[in-house]
């Protein structure tokens, strides 16, 4: 298992030290550096101007929003950090939520999964420098109407890689089916080594399907992962709350909130109405203090140092390929020291 710097998006401004985290994600031997984007900053920007100052670590997205851009500026971006790189870029892409998708770019939300399949078809079609030519249900390139004169065109651009790789977030079963089937990698949200039945599941199915991409033993699965190192393991873990609570209770709308189920599926289905419930009501500190110790410890590290060495092996065991952790230095070094171990 690699380790991966996990950046995150902004909140009302760039986070103090990314550029030092960086450098030591680099000294430390991370394989990668992360970005992501919420509706605020964005992921692409940030890692190129981060990304100038490396040399090794790969570079990576987690995630674009495919509503953000159409499949041929996403492409577009892709192939231009994958040359300014040296072929270091890594692409993964994600459809979002209604909230976001429908609230912030104006797209419409329905039907994700046979949107992505037309999105990915038409980013590898760019990537091979082929003509893009698609009639979708969701994507028509060329466009037809219009003003008549659309024609298929291949990329002026001739990619440093015709195969640039593609990762696709994902949380529920049928996605995850579909990012066995059709992409290079698989981008969890709050993954637990201890309740992933069902993504194994899910990857066999889509590994099982005829026109599979990637081979099961090149296939990515990069997850984000928070560490807190604390002598006091509820203190580490308070420290965690806030986030799960707000995924849990606030990013999506009752009844459509795929966080809620990821949690839900674990068994915690009654813990994640109380929060949400909460959340939605306005009382985010009740929400918080909701969130139970056990269910921090499934998708989480915390605790001392040596309670985080044990709880490894768990990790070590399940489907993560590259553990992508936060930009803390002290946190850097300790995991360094442990997955190298």
Known sequence: MALGLSLGYWGREQPAGQAAAV??????????????????????????????????????????????????????????????SGGRFVLGIGASGPQVVEGWYGEPYPKPL????????????????????IDGQHYQVPLQGGAGLGKSLRSTLHPV??????????EGPKNVALAAEIADGWLPLFYSPHDDAHYRAALAEGRARPEVHTRAEDFEVVCPVTVQVD????????????????????????????????????????????????????????AIAAVPLSL??????????????????????????????????????VMAELVGD
């Open 23 to 84: 450098a030591l994600a680099e000294e430390l031997g991370f394989d990668s550096v992360w970005t992501a984007e919420a509706y605020g900053s964005d992921a692409l920007t940030p890692l190129a101007w981060l990304g100038a100052g490396t040399t090794s670590v790969r570079l990576g997205t987690s995630i674009v929003q495919m509503s953000a851009r159409t499949p041929a500026a996403t492409a577009m971006a892709a192939m231009t950090l994958d040359h300014l």
């Open 161 to 170: 890689r015709p195969d640039i790789p593609i990762m696709l977030a994902a």
């Open 296 to 333: 921090v410890e499934k998708v989480a590290l915390i605790g001392p140092q040596a309670k985080i060495a044990d709880d490894l092996a768990a990790w070590r065991e399940s489907l993560v390929t590259t553990m992508a952790i936060g930009a803390d230095p002290t946190t850097m070094r």
């Open 231 to 286: 002598d006091d393991v509820e203190a580490a873990a308070d420290r965690v709350r806030p986030q799960l609570a707000l995924y849990i209770g606030g990013m999506g709308a009752q009844g459509a909130n795929f966080h809620y189920e990821v949690f839900a599926r674990m068994g915690y289905e009654a813990e994640c109405a109380r929060i949400q419930e909460l959340y939605l009501a306005g009382q985010k500190d009740a």
């Open 114 to 133: 046979a949107r992505t399949r037309e999105y990915v078809a038409i980013l590898r079609q760019a990537f091979r420098r082929e003509k893009v030519d």
